[in-house]
């Protein structure tokens, strides 16, 4: 089967969604939203308003600026996990330069060893990775170091800074110097394994975020592992595949990096008035007593 729908104008998607049940009563502001957001990118926001798929018939009373408002929230809740995760990286950066180097010395962390790697195979494919990395980084400290010295790749307090943190995780997954990882995890006062699991799937989130993908109810395909500790596991546990865990999870690392309360402020006053709805709390894994949860209280 071929696709072969045809391109359709602005102004027939206003009256597309209008024969679907839509309430559209500015005609002109909408048509506005929908030559800078587009019509594909919005369908995602649609979806939980339409009363059946099949027909993609909207629920009574719907109207554009409800899902506009959706739209603006999830991209409001990408930025506030976005500037968690950038401080979280920032750190998690520090962190793994500075022990990996005073043990292993300034370029131990691309020794290839099994002392030192689980898997010497990986690290190569890292390396090669992290090369690219260097060769497009326009950073001034990356030229100076390429003007100075022959090594190709820099020291590990330079090269993390150019690194992306899914590659940075993958450093630190395949670190068998238990010592090291032991010493960076004891900083956020977590299992060593259980932080190698957590970054993974915050370069997950991360990336999500910056393609503007939807996060709010999205069913997240790499789940982290639950702590076994008691304030992870309330009575009512939220799923671990939905964007509440990942707030959790962003909370409990801002107590170590920084003081997270601001950040978690911003949070409640962003989800509270949307969580007032059973059905739009479940959509994002939250339990009715979210802000209650030992973790985010």
Known sequence: MKFNKPATTFEEQIDLLESRGVIIPDKKAATHYLSHINYYRLGAYWLPFESDHHSHQFQAGVT????????????????????????????????????????????????????????????????KDLRQHVRRSDEVFIQHYGKIYDEELPPAWVSCEVMSLGLLSR?????????????????????????????????????VCAHHSRLWNRELSI???????????????????RIFYILLMLRYLLKTTNNGDSWC????????PLAQDGKWRAAMGMPENWKEHPLWK
């Open 64 to 127: 554009f600026d409800h899902i506009l408002n959706l739209y603006v929230f999830d991209r409001e809740l990408r930025l506030l996990v976005l500037d968690a995760i950038e401080r979280i990286e920032v750190s998690f950066r520090t962190q793994w330069a500075y022990h990996i180097s005073h043990q292993y010395g300034p370029h131990g962390y691309l020794a290839n060893n099994k002392a030192l790697r689980k898997d010497e195979r990986r690290l190569l494919n890292d390396i």
């Open 171 to 207: 450093f630190y997954s395949n670190l068998r110097a238990y010592q090291v990882r032991r010493k960076i995890a004891e900083t956020y006062q977590f299992d060593e394994g259980f932080l190698e699991g957590f970054m993974e799937h915050l370069s997950y989130v991360r990336n």
């Open 223 to 241: 789940r982290p592992q639950r702590p076994r500790a008691l304030e992870w596991n309330p009575p009512v546990t939220p799923r671990n595949d």
């Open 265 to 272: 402020q911003k949070c409640n006053e962003l989800i509270e």
